[in-house]
């Protein structure tokens, strides 16, 4: 086991944030960032200096939404292929130190279960520090009572779905459900998709012998999204309540949300780094399988409204959806626009892409990277300012960068156990060194070097509204 060192001290880097620049030197204590200025002297014994000279040193990444853990009812072809800790090493390798999980309760389990069973097994696994989502599924009054009750233990969010038959049988529900969260300052994050609109349109498809994952986007149409964004939005209308919409993919749904903040509507958006880079026509190739995400990638469009979005100011994050599955699971000849393997894994690689294709391409600043990857996404869940920012007494989460190095992507250099990357081959631009979690350097030279185990769940504090 490797404990956190009684003194570390970083030197001659240039510290970065959402707000400003400098050169200074970090001295962490324990857990935490305990001076920042020119020069410090060394005054522990046990001090061990890192000397940072042409390196940036940003807030450790946080990802609010990722997959891994699912109920022991799902079939075993569709597990995710990684747990707490081989997704706390993928995210630690690619600059996040702290990572949100979306929790399904196991059958007839309720929310207050679901983090318990949860939180033991983090405690046991993780490396990097989590946060839980519990989701909402077969709703009834008394889950409903259990909502105060996660915010009493120190977790501030619910994760609920639209795009179920539940969600549409017992919308007064679910209404009362995002009701009650908001009471109690809590943030309801939502998935957008109609499910009427799929169920019809998968059925005509098939009817028209269309049902090959090659027509996987006309499947889940735009129409779906905006449906169900606008029924969010009527929902915050309603009950005044914050929600944080998942996954936005398209540039009507953008709208919609934009509508609503202009509105000064609490509806806050996360983007995706797929939907950022690839289109609809990844379906088309031979091993297209591999690309499905819910939503489904869009047209060229949508993508240059997402990247407008994200400069305004209306799309608040950036997460990954990590949903990791095998090649073998993804490439299925079974599956169908309705039997479905979705996601993939973009723990390792989603900052350093975000970095290459984003910042070194002007498209956003260094600045902008930091507030969509770390401080908004710690203001909103409540971790604000103990992480998503470098400052006195908060938590050294901090990543030392190589901006310059170029790098390229390698199914063999993945932590994540699904085993390779649909971006294998590519080449990007900008690649953390060393990756700190809580004073704990955790991640050095290619290699992680801490044990599972030393990973948190953090207490999180009310959600900060951005609109």
């Known amino acids: ?36 200025g020119p020069q410090l002297i060394k005054s522990a014994k046990s001090s061990r200096e890192v000397d940072a000279k042409g390196l940036t040193i940003l807030p450790g990444g946080i990802d609010p939404h990722v997959h891994l853990s699912l109920p022991d009812y799902v079939p075993a072809e569709h597990q995710w292929a990684d747990n707490f800790e081989s997704g706390s090493k993928a995210a630690l390798a690619g600059g996040i ?122 499947s889940r149409p735009v129409s779906s999204e905006v449906l169900a964004t606008e029924k969010a939005v009527a929902i915050v209308e309603s009950t005044g309540a914050a929600i944080y919409v998942v996954h936005l993919s398209s540039e009507e749904a953008l709208k919609v949300c934009q509508k609503a903040q202009a509105r000064h509507l609490p509806v806050h958006v996360e983007g995706r780094p797929i939907f950022l880079y690839l289109t609809k026509k990844e379906y088309l190739k031979t091993d297209g399988a591999l690309y499905v995400v819910q939503p489904p990638l869009r047209e060229k469009s949508d993508i240059d409204a997402l990247w407008m979005g994200i400069n305004e100011g209306s799309i608040h994050t950036v997460a990954t959806d990590h949903a990791p599955h095998t090649r073998e699971q993804k490439l299925n000849p079974n599956l169908s626009i309705n039997n479905l393997v979705p996601g993939i894994n973009e723990l390792q690689v989603m900052l350093p892409i975000l970095h290459s294709k984003g910042v070194l391409t002007n498209k956003i600043t260094i600045e ?24 006195i007494g908060s938590d050294a989460d901090l990543v030392l960068w ?30 953390p060194q060393m990756t700190i979690r809580r004073g704990q350097i955790v991640y050095e030279n290619g290699k992680i070097i801490a044990e599972p185990g030393a990973g948190q769940i953090i207490p999180r504090k009310k959600s900060l509204r951005l609109i």
């Open 97 to 218: 130190t702290t990572l949100g999980c979306i929790s399904v309760p196991d059958r007839g389990e309720t929310p207050l279960g679901t983090l318990e069973r949860e939180t033991q097994t983090i405690q046991q696994q993780a490396i990097a520090d989590f946060m839980i989502h519990p989701v909402i599924f077969s709703i009834t009054e008394d889950i409903i009572k259990e909502i105060p009750l996660l915010r009493e233990k120190g977790c501030n969010t619910i994760k609920i779905f639209m795009v179920t038959d539940d969600f549409d049988t017992n919308f007064p529900l679910y209404e009362k459900a995002i009701r009650t969260a908001n009471k109690h300052e809590m943030l309801t994050m939502i998935h957008c998709e109609d499910n009427t609109i799929i169920k019809n349109t998968c059925q005509e498809l098939i009817a028209a012998g269309k049902g090959s994952l090659r027509n996987y986007a006309e």
């Open 402 to 431: 190589d901006l310059e190095e170029e790098r390229i992507v390698k199914n063999t250099d993945m932590f994540s156990q699904a085993g390779f990357s649909i971006y294998a081959g590519e080449s990007f631009t900008g690649w």
């Open 368 to 391: 902008k990277f930091i507030e969509l990857t770390s401080t908004n996404v710690a203001k909103l869940f409540g971790l604000y300012p103990r992480k998503g920012v470098i400052q």
């Open 1 to 36: 086991m490797v404990h956190p060192l009684t003194e570390l001290i970083i030197r001659n880097g240039l510290i970065v944030t959402n707000t400003e620049s400098y050169n200074a030197d970090i001295r962490i204590v324990g857990e935490k960032i305990k001076e920042i």
